[in-house]
């Protein structure tokens, strides 16, 4: 594998000023619009980036492009390593100091697959060949100590496979395949050499079961926990976010709702013990006061007497249409618990027969596009590229982002709301990117061609969906033109935020000589809410 030096590339500056947002860093590579974006993954180092592309004029030849970089986006060199005929980067993960990605011939259902393993110290290239794993629709692609782990579903059933990579074994994970079954998350902890799946089932009487399967690199089961009775018979858990494990401790959040009614009722937090023990706190509707905090004042003191009307008649207070756990950051005393609340137009998400639907996977929540804070870079980040052609189905209309801060022992500290404005969408993912440091919290997300910010300080909203212009760091340069579907704005670290897509630049050639350069590019952003100073028709308000 000999790797290419990058064709176009700026490392800038900072800018002056006081904004709440300050565009930092900014690296480019020379791409046209019909090109594939780069996926960005967190890195102990900084973070890879990564890409598919077809060589021009060459038909089915591609190659993976793949760049390692620091904090200040700054790299040594770009590699470059064909792809075989036919065949399309489907998965990848990183796992230690190596970048694997998954090659599939065709994009459905097939078994004719390898895999690369590149050692991100020597960039040293290893193929391997996928051999006796089924032919599945695959969801979920992870390595764990070599040892490639496969989820999908085959005859509408979900299966989980490993193989390992050394010795070409294939082991089949026992106890997934089965009828009404779903997996809602597969998380790895290299440290510990397992992994978890997170299954949520039904039996012949409809009732929920929700179970924590944790196996080693091998496949065998080392722990089981079953959760399927909770404290009201006529309430079930719908989903769930395991965390990771620390001090021998992991927990269960989600929402939960009541039976056959498909209404939701609120959060749960599962805390599991090493032994499999557990206990389970409820949250309602009671404990989030600040719930309807994202309507004006009118609608919010409406929507507070219905609540308490329906508690004075001995009934719970319930959530609709759309409610589900996002994100959750594990503090050293307790969780910040993100949730979206939305309706969708989805069949996937549409209730049936007193059925939640909405338990679509998501893709292993320690993704880049789909996770957040208290994914570790170090656990890794597997999963599928995302490209803008994909496909999704249906429509999502956000309403609000709910955020509760709950210490260790069950006590709320705080919750509040932010207004998404009836923000519409064919995406399903969570709608915004936190930053929490305990006490402050940013929340940005993309509105077209801007970016909005919230801030919240100790549960306070000091200000709420700011637009901010994307903006270049070299002055005499202008954009001319930024591709929407391109752009993907993720939180990295800290304080900083990676906005990436791609661009037409307008600027002057060494002649002085106007010209437009065609680019995908990556901006390092630092957000600081403190220095928002409200303008006089906002203190009237």
């Known amino acids: 594998m000999k790797p290419t030096f990058i064709f176009f590339i700026f490392l800038l500056v900072q800018i002056p000023g006081f904004s709440q947002i300050q565009f930092l860093e900014r690296f480019e590579i020379n791409s046209n619009f019909n090109d594939n974006n780069f996926t960005i993954l967190p890195s102990s180092e900084g973070l890879i980036a990564f890409r598919s592309l077809s060589e021009k004029g060459l038909g089915s030849k591609k190659k993976l492009q793949l760049l390692e970089m620091d904090y200040e986006l700054k790299f040594e060199e770009l590699s470059e390593i064909n792809i075989r005929d036919n065949y399309e980067l489907v998965g990848f993960d990183l796992d230690g100091d190596f970048f694997y990605a998954m090659l599939q011939k065709g994009t459905y ?12 110290a020597t960039m040293e290239l290893k193929e391997i060949n996928i051999k006796n794993v089924l032919n599945m629709e695959l969801s979920e692609f992870l390595v764990l100590n070599r040892k490639a782990i496969f989820m999908g579903t085959t005859e509408m059933r979900p299966v989980v496979q490993i193989f390992d990579l050394e010795t070409n074994n294939m082991v089949t994970v026992q106890g997934i395949y089965s009828k009404d079954t779903q997996i809602l998350q597969l998380r790895k902890d290299p440290a510990l050499g397992i992994f978890d799946i997170l299954i949520s089932k039904r039996d012949k009487f409809k009732m929920k079961q929700v179970l924590v399967l ?29 965390t990771p494990i620390q001090n021998y401790q992991q927990s269960l959040i989600g929402p939960f709702g009541q039976r056959k009614r498909e209404a939701f009722s609120g959060i749960y937090i599962t805390n599991i013990n090493e032994f499999g023990e557990f206990n389970t706190n409820y949250y309602t509707l009671e404990d989030f006061p600040n719930f309807y905090n994202y309507l004006n004042e009118k609608n919010r003191e409406k929507k507070l007497r219905a609540v308490e009307k329906t508690i004075e008649k001995g009934r719970k207070p319930t959530i609709s249409p759309v409610f589900s756990t996002r994100e959750v950051i594990n503090l050293e005393d307790g969780f910040l618990v993100y949730n979206d609340y939305f309706s969708a137009s989805n069949p996937r998400y549409m209730p049936r027969d007193g059925v939640y639907a909405n338990n ?22 597997g999963g599928y590229p995302r490209y803008p052609s994909m496909a999704r189905e249906g429509e999502y209309k956000f309403i ?3 955020f509760a ?13 932010l207004n998404l404005e009836n923000k519409t969408t064919a995406d399903p993912s969570k709608f915004g990117e936190i930053s929490f440091d305990g006490e402050k919290l940013h929340y940005l997300y993309l509105d077209g061609l801007e970016i909005k910010m919230s801030f ?18 070299k002055e005499n340069e202008r954009i001319r033109d930024t591709q929407e579907s391109s752009l993907q704005l993720t939180w990295w670290f800290q304080e900083y935020f990676l906005l990436s897509g791609k661009q037409k630049i307008r600027f002057q050639n060494e002649s002085g000589k106007e010209e437009i350069r065609e680019v995908f590019f990556i901006t ?14 906002l203190k009237k308000q």
């Open 400 to 402: 609000s982002a709910q």
């Open 524 to 537: 390092k952003i630092k957000v600081n809410g403190d220095l928002f100073v409200p303008e006089e028709g």
């Open 214 to 242: 944790t196996f080693d690199g091998e496949g065998n089961k080392i722990r089981e926990v079953m959760i399927d009775k909770l404290e009201d018979s006529d309430m079930e858990i719908v989903e769930g976010i395991l």
């Open 456 to 473: 919240l300080k100790n549960g306070e909203v000091i200000f709420e969906n700011q637009p901010f212009e994307i903006q270049l760091i």
């Open 360 to 381: 679509i996977y998501r893709m292993n929540p320690f993704n880049p596009f789909m996770g957040g804070m208290y994914g570790d870079p170090l656990l890794g980040y």
């Open 109 to 120: 259902q097939t078994d004719d697959r390898y895999v690369m393993e590149i050692n991100l």
């Open 405 to 417: 801060l709950i210490n260790k022992d069950g006590r709320v500290i705080w919750d509040n709301a």
